[in-house]
């Protein structure tokens, strides 16, 4: 079944230029729309933000310098990554 997609869902090719989406590129390079901050801190604001690519991987990047590397994720490793954060694995990092 077709699922229609956002607009700021369809980036699969970086809006400033014609390389396509991969892990590391400078994330300004993805655009300025649709990331969203589903995490954030009380540390004044510094929050992950993530965005959803057309091809179903995840672009995160840090909120407070959006011309980072963006560290994209396939779903797959998404899905292995918060399946590992609810269960635990993660809390040796608080």
């Known amino acids: 079944m077709h699922h229609p997609t956002h607009p700021h ?4 090719h970086s809006s400033h230029s014609h390389h396509p989406v991969r892990n590391g590129m400078p994330a300004r390079e993805l ?3 649709g990331w969203s901050k ?3 801190d009380d540390a004044g604001g510094a929050c992950v933000e993530v965005m959803k690519l057309a091809d179903g991987r995840v672009a995160v990047r840090q909120s407070t310098d959006p011309d980072s590397p963006a560290l994209v994720f396939t779903p797959r490793e998404m899905t ?6 609810k269960a635990g694995a993660a809390d040796f990092l608080l």
């Open 9 to 12: 869902h369809l980036n699969t």
């Open 31 to 33: 655009g300025a729309r």
């Open 38 to 40: 589903p995490w954030s």
């Open 80 to 85: 292995s990554f918060l399946a590992g954060v």
